[in-house]
């Protein structure tokens, strides 16, 4: 064994160290020289994160699990953005107390070009259900029975994360059962508005009387579609807003389709006679004819299952892409501590959170911007190369990949790999032997 002098060892750590200052020094002045010269030419300014990392969607890493259950949810937007919004909001409530509201859907009426995409995202999620029911018989699908892990594949991986009651006395292993469609994908469910700018929030008193729906297809109603369960009011003319408070002061009677309401009123007391409006140019919202041509296969009749998890990925990029361009203008929001979601204005005050420091909120939720993974659960698991290999290790958990229980369910059925989960799959990633992991830098 070579010993080497301490003055040596210590000239190293001082090389090192003067190497890594020169490095953050350039990055930094080469981020201020870009700044000055966006700003010179008054363009827009583009700011990249430290070590260069990019909201590219080919770059995306893991998702972080929550570190605990009162930790709250991170703001999808700026907290200095949301405060510099309400001062904005503010001054000009001063400025003009009384005013009408001229951008849609703010003053009560659809945005044209989401319609479209409502009935898309409507029908995607319809042919996403059917096409996934059709791959649980043929592909396993597991859950742990005592914490919200799921597991796509023939075995259970035996990556120790449990969180579930004792899981110290099993070393956090998980305790597989099978699964079922609503551990693929699951759908939260909110209140069903009926007047989304009169009527915004559901009190606490009203729990009991107004149904409650799935989130993305309340979301799907406010942006266009008709459900004739669901009755909704559809505007002709924007609403007034004095001092902060909307009014409707042009409400004609010849806005509502009153034959259809009267069926609904008479089925639904506590609904009025102007909660239905018949939409112009608003065609059929059945399902039946618009499913993905791949999705209506059947499987036993000798089709191949690739075909049909080709149609259920499809469909479940339609969705997703769809709801994020709907919720760019539709209001949607998320409790910071607990799984609940409205879709609205603003959030219900109905006194049901169960999450943490609920007794110093008296059972409401602590609101805040929602995100698409708080519209519809993706349930993220652990991507499978091999199925019928041995399981994944928990010694190997640092190379193996994740990706949404939905494109891991289809991936496993021959579809390909979408371009934008392959990155968080880590599908350039080798990984070792179990012989050669002190091995692996």
């Known amino acids: 064994m070579i010993l080497m002098p301490r003055r040596w060892i210590l000239a190293m750590l001082l090389g090192k160290k003067r190497k890594y200052s020169l490095w953050v020094r350039n990055c930094h002045y080469h981020a201020y020289q870009q700044f000055n010269e966006d700003r010179a030419s008054g363009g827009e300014i583009h700011v990249t994160p430290f070590g260069g990392e990019t909201n590219d969607p080919l770059h995306t890493d893991l998702p972080e699990p929550r570190q605990s259950k009162s930790e709250r949810k991170p703001y999808p937007t700026p907290m200095k953005t949301l405060i510099r919004r309400a001062k904005e909001e503010k001054e000009l409530r001063k400025s003009n107390p009384c005013r009408v509201l001229e951008h849609p859907p703010d003053n009560g009426l659809l945005v044209p070009e989401l319609v ?10 319809e042919s996403l259900i059917i096409g996934i029911s059709k791959l649980l018989p043929f592909i396993n699908v597991l859950k742990c029975r005592l914490c919200p892990e799921v597991h796509i594949g023939p075995v259970g991986h035996e990556i120790r994360t449990c969180t579930g009651p004792r899981s110290g006395f099993r070393s956090a292993m998980h305790d597989w059962i099978k699964g079922g469609l609503s551990d693929v994908v699951y759908f939260p469910k909110c209140f069903h508005l009926y007047d989304r700018v009169g009527k915004p929030r559901v009190t606490h ?7 409650r729906m799935p989130a993305i297809v309340e979301l799907c109603i406010q942006a266009g579609i008709n459900v004739e369960k669901y009755p909704v009011r559809r ?18 009677s010849n806005e509502c389709d009153f034959g259809h309401a009267e069926d609904l009123c008479n089925q639904n007391p506590h609904i009025g006679p102007d909660c ?11 399902e039946v004819n618009h499913i993905h041509p791949l999705v209506q296969l059947d499987p036993e009749q000798g089709k191949g299952l690739r075909d049909i998890s080709i149609g259920t990925m499809a469909s479940w990029l339609d969705m997703i892409s769809g709801a994020r361009k ?9 409790c910071g501590y607990c799984p609940e979601v409205q879709v609205g204005p603003k959030g219900h005050k109905v006194r049901m959170c169960k999450a943490s420091k609920h007794q110093s909120r008296d059972g409401l939720h602590a609101w805040q911007e929602a995100t698409i993974d708080d519209l519809v659960g993706p349930n993220y698991v652990w991507h499978v190369r091999n199925p019928c290999g041995p399981p994944l290790r928990n010694n190997l958990k640092r190379y193996y990949g994740k990706a949404p229980a939905v494109v891991e369910l289809c991936v496993q059925a021959g579809a390909p790999v979408p371009d934008q989960y392959r990155s968080m799959m880590r599908l350039d990633v080798v990984p070792p032997e179990l012989d050669e992991v002190d091995l692996v830098a």
């Open 276 to 286: 239905w409006t018949k939409v112009d140019d608003v065609e059929n919202d059945s």
């Open 205 to 211: 008193d009203e729990r009991f009387n107004v149904p």
């Open 116 to 125: 479209p995409v409502s009935r898309q995202v409507n029908w995607a999620r």
């Open 235 to 252: 505007r002709t003319k924007p609403v007034y807003c004095m001092e902060g408070r909307i009014v409707d002061v042009d409400a004609p």
């Open 326 to 334: 709907i919720m760019d203008e539709y209001s949607v929001w998320t």
